[in-house]
């Protein structure tokens, strides 16, 4: 009796040293990332670490926007993010609910078509994107960097996948009522894909508001660089401002770790929903 | 793979509003028998469906054409070319895939992205199935352990680069410190040809786990607990209970997250691009590197392209290889 408890408490305490230290590989990179924000670049790079240091300010923070047009890029990240956030769900909720609720010729067709899309990786499409959007003289404005990203089969087939297990009778209980098509899916199934429709929406927040490489490609003037692309200002030929990098960065992730502490909820249920039901 | 059994019935419903008969409850349920004016009202609602339908999916279908299938055929068009934006494109057949198979830097290129893809797929899956087991059990204490694993899926791939470059920096970055406070050699990380590659794999894999965690957590979580139950009853060690009930029954969602990982593995460039650049001595320059050095650095469209058309045959043959062996050992189980 009494092995089997010591062989119980040496189970769990093996079990919370691998979950400890497991948890400090993940947090240890945010927190020197805080730290060496806030400190002052001569104290950066010293050996042994400085982690209490009397020089801690927020200097950096400003400096930031001074050596930079960091506030112009946060603007640009958050515009184009939200703008394709918003037109995505907006556009996708449509046709996901035309696919699955509407009868018109051609729908298996035009779902399959929509589907293989999935398909197409974004590195092929990379050369021919940058060439159309440079003859429609789109290169270095919001088009280039909005209206590319808003088409989006996953996003249109999660919503299909929803809509159509909505139940029935709720709709046919709106058309006797006298409901049109366009009624019953701005008054009835709208209001129900919320949840889908808030995991969706910190998917594809998120997905624009990291994306790097086609903003790289589209943008070259200060002004419409998004801010992955703009952490790179502060990387120089004579050596890293790394203080600077590191505040930058931070900045950079506070809306995103803002949306994840706020609709955790939401951001587990969309990588759930990307895993699942395969 | 995505349709689940629920996504066959759009094949069924048609008949249902076709057949007058069976259909239109709603036409039904207005009143008695109104024969032709009933018919007319059907048609109406065909008309307006249709209508309603095409309206409802012309944005998302004129984006789709516009921005995702003709750039697709694109590629394979210009990667038949020699275009390189000075002169103007003349088509020169397969010379550019004959050229690729004679490159040695296109050879190496393919390798690092080989190196990479085995080096990061197994180890991302081992590591969040890991701790998905080590979370199996719903406490308190696992939401919060969970929370921090799930923290760096916030920060995107290339901030990961960056602050990991800070971390691996050769003179007196955070985990040289570390080192030499431990008494071990301190390493050149990024530096350095020997561990350039594991440099850029650590904020990869330390990013995506928590994300893939989540995944598998969800599949576990989903296997009955009869199951369980049963299997321990019977004498089994709860090792055993996962060799022999969770994993067999985690194996779509194992598939799933394989695949994935390859995808995203043969197709990185973010952290790359900013700890690296390729180097030093090409021992990351992975494809899509290249790719992009070859089309935004030297303007030969052309080549580039042809490659970016390679390298989608890669990876869909490989996802191709990667299902038929996923089928085949479903359906010996």
């Known amino acids: 009796m009494k092995i089997e408890r010591t062989k119980k408490a040496v189970g769990v305490g093996t079990w919370y040293a691998a979950a400890l230290l497991l948890a400090l590989v993940f947090a240890v990179p945010f927190l020197w990332m805080f730290l060496s924000a806030l400190k002052p670049a001569n104290e950066i790079f010293v050996n042994p670490p400085i982690l209490i240091s009397s020089h801690y300010s927020l200097a950096n923070f400003g400096r930031v926007f001074q050596q930079a047009p960091f506030g112009r890029y946060l603007f640009n990240s958050f515009v184009v993010s939200a703008v394709v956030t918003v037109a995505g769900l907006i556009f996708h909720s449509m046709s996901g609910y035309a696919l699955a609720r509407l009868e018109f010729p051609g729908r298996n067709f035009l779902f399959i078509g929509i589907l293989s899309t999935l398909m197409v990786p974004f590195y092929t499409i990379l050369i021919p994107l940058a060439v159309i959007v440079r003859h429609l003289g789109w290169m270095n404005t919001y088009w280039a960097l909005i209206i590319p990203a808003i088409p989006h089969a996953f996003g249109i087939f999660w919503l299909r996948q929803f809509f159509l297990g909505l139940p029935r009778d709720l709709e046919d209980a709106a058309r006797i009522d006298g409901a049109s098509r366009v009624g019953i899916f701005l008054f009835v199934a709208l209001p129900l894909a919320r949840p889908v429709l808030a995991a969706l929406a910190v998917f594809f927040f998120l997905a624009n508001w990291d994306a790097f490489l086609w903003p790289l490609i589209a943008t070259s003037r200060p002004e419409m660089r998004v801010v992955q692309v703009g952490i790179q200002a502060y990387t120089g030929e004579h050596g890293n401002a790394w203080e600077l990098i590191m505040a930058a960065s931070l900045i950079a992730i506070l809306p995103t770790l803002f949306l994840f502490f706020l609709l955790q909820r939401f951001i587990v249920a969309s990588a759930r929903m990307t895993g699942l039901k395969g | ?333």
Do not use: C
């Open chain 2, 1 to 333: 793979m995505p349709t689940s059994p629920r996504a066959n019935k759009p094949g069924s419903p048609p008949e249902k509003g076709a057949g007058l008969g069976s259909g239109a409850p709603a036409e039904r349920a207005r009143g008695p028998v109104r024969g032709p004016a009933s018919i007319r009202t059907v048609d109406r609602d065909r008309r307006e469906q249709a209508l309603v339908a095409y309206l409802f999916l012309l944005p998302d279908v004129v984006g789709l054409l516009f921005f995702l299938a003709l750039p697709m055929l694109l590629a394979v068009v210009i990667g038949f070319t020699n275009w390189n934006v000075v002169t103007a494109p003349q088509f020169i057949g397969l010379q550019n895939f004959i050229r690729m198979a004679t490159d040695p830097l296109f050879a190496a290129s393919l390798g690092r992205t080989l190196l990479y893809t085995v080096s990061f797929v197994p180890t991302v899956y081992l590591f969040s199935l890991g701790m998905a087991v080590l979370l199996t059990r719903r406490s308190r204490s696992n939401v919060i352990f969970r929370t921090i694993y799930f923290m760096p899926v916030a920060m995107s791939l290339l901030v990961a680069g960056v602050t990991w470059r800070f971390l691996l920096d050769p003179n007196a970055g955070l985990v040289n410190m570390l080192l030499g406070a431990l008494h071990l050699p301190k390493l050149q990380w990024a530096g350095s040809v020997q561990t350039a590659m594991l440099s850029v794999l650590i904020p990869a894999i330390w990013k995506n786990v928590g994300y893939f965690m989540i995944i598998l957590l969800a599949g576990i979580q989903d296997v009955p607990r009869e199951y369980i139950e049963a299997a321990l009853l019977d004498g089994a060690s709860p090792l055993q209970v996962y060799r022999h009930v969770i994993l067999p029954l985690l194996k779509p969602v194992s598939f799933f997250v394989v695949v994935i990982l390859t995808i995203g593995a043969l197709q990185t460039f973010d952290q790359i691009y900013v700890m690296t650049r390729g180097g030093p001595a090409y021992a990351t320059h992975t494809l899509l590197i290249y790719i992009y050095e070859k089309a935004f650095k030297e303007w030969k469209l052309g080549y580039a392209a042809a490659m970016s058309v390679a390298l989608f045959a890669l990876i869909f043959i490989l996802t191709l290889i990667q299902m038929r062996y996923f089928r085949a050992d479903e359906r010996r189980d």
